[in-house]
């Protein structure tokens, strides 16, 4: 099986996963605050501790028709900031609406993060700026650590620069595909799994359960995954810790989950309709 980073070169892999925060004003010391959703009073600092959106998911598709990336690997889906009882803000700063993604990755010299996320962050509606700009829009400004305050000298959009840099590193270390071919789950056609052998498989390398998802009819067929973290310090810079996920709750049944191959013949068609949550 080919490594997902064959796709790139190993000198952008390299870069991608080495990059760090962009003159990020806070020196958060590891530890110095409290993990992410176990503080026991209230911490002022939201620069140094995430808050209200303690609970940060790594979410993941596996779209199969249209397909989107390569076969043997799942795409981005974003990164959440879910507050620790399951609840969720969204789209928290109007004036941070942009519409502009590539070009803010563009003036920062990140063409590293591009040519990742154009094999692996991509919208099976066939419009990945649209994407992009929806998950920063909705999701990255409900982060309180890329609020602008928290960065010295701040530069316009280089928060921006930080959310797509962060899920990426997150998304690179969570090879899902293998996860699940490690335990016998692969895609297709005829077979099915159970709920239990699926999350027994994601739980292995990580310790903790993921949530899963499910689409199709009767909502049998597996397209997302959730991995959860809580976190020491500030999203661009913290230690993530992988946690367990705040609800229980998943659309896929308990038997009878169809793992179906991508259909690589098929190619998104920008038609103005999207799926992105």
């Known amino acids: 099986m080919p490594s997902y980073t064959s796709f790139l070169?190993?000198?952008?892999?390299?870069?991608?996963?080495?990059?760090?925060?962009?003159?990020?004003s806070e020196q958060c010391t590891t530890f110095e605050y409290p993990l992410s959703c176990h503080n026991t009073s209230a911490v002022a600092n939201t620069c140094c501790f995430n808050y209200p959106g303690g609970n940060l998911l790594q979410t993941q598709f596996w779209d199969t028709d249209p397909a989107t990336g390569p076969a043997d690997h799942w795409t981005v889906h974003g990164l959440w900031p879910d507050e620790c009882n399951g609840s969720y803000q969204s789209f928290c700063d109007e004036s941070r609406q942009y519409k502009n993604i590539t070009q803010i990755l563009e003036h920062f010299n990140r063409y590293d993060l591009l040519d990742y996320m154009a094999v692996y962050w991509k919208d099976d509606g066939g419009n990945d700026e649209s994407f992009w700009e929806h998950e920063w829009g909705k999701h990255g400004t409900c982060i309180s650590t890329f609020?602008?305050?928290?960065?010295?000298?701040?530069v316009p959009t280089q928060e921006v620069v930080d959310f797509f840099q962060k899920t990426l590193q997150l998304f690179s270390a969570l090879d899902t595909y293998t996860f699940l071919a490690d335990a016998g789950i692969?895609?297709?056609?005829?077979?099915?799994?159970?709920y239990a052998e699926i999350r027994k498989a994601l739980v292995r390398d990580r310790h903790v359960n993921a949530t899963i998802e499910c689409t199709g009819a009767n909502s049998t067929e597996l397209d997302e995954v959730y991995y959860?973290?809580?976190?020491?310090?500030?999203?661009?810079?913290?230690?993530?810790?992988?946690?367990?996920?705040?609800?229980?709750?998943?659309?896929c049944p308990l038997t009878g989950i169809?793992?179906?191959?991508?259909?690589?013949?098929?190619?998104?068609?920008?038609?103005g309709t999207y799926k992105f949550l």
């Open 147 to 154: 609020d602008t305050t928290c960065y010295t000298d701040y």
């Open 186 to 194: 692969v895609p297709s056609t005829t077979k099915t799994y159970t």
């Open 258 to 271: 169809r793992y179906l191959p991508k259909n690589l013949t098929s190619t998104p068609v920008q038609n």
């Open 9 to 24: 070169s190993s000198a952008a892999v390299a870069l991608l996963l080495s990059s760090s925060a962009l003159a990020f």
């Open 228 to 251: 959860y973290y809580n976190v020491y310090g500030s999203a661009q810079d913290g230690t993530y810790i992988p946690a367990q996920p705040d609800t229980n709750s998943s659309s």
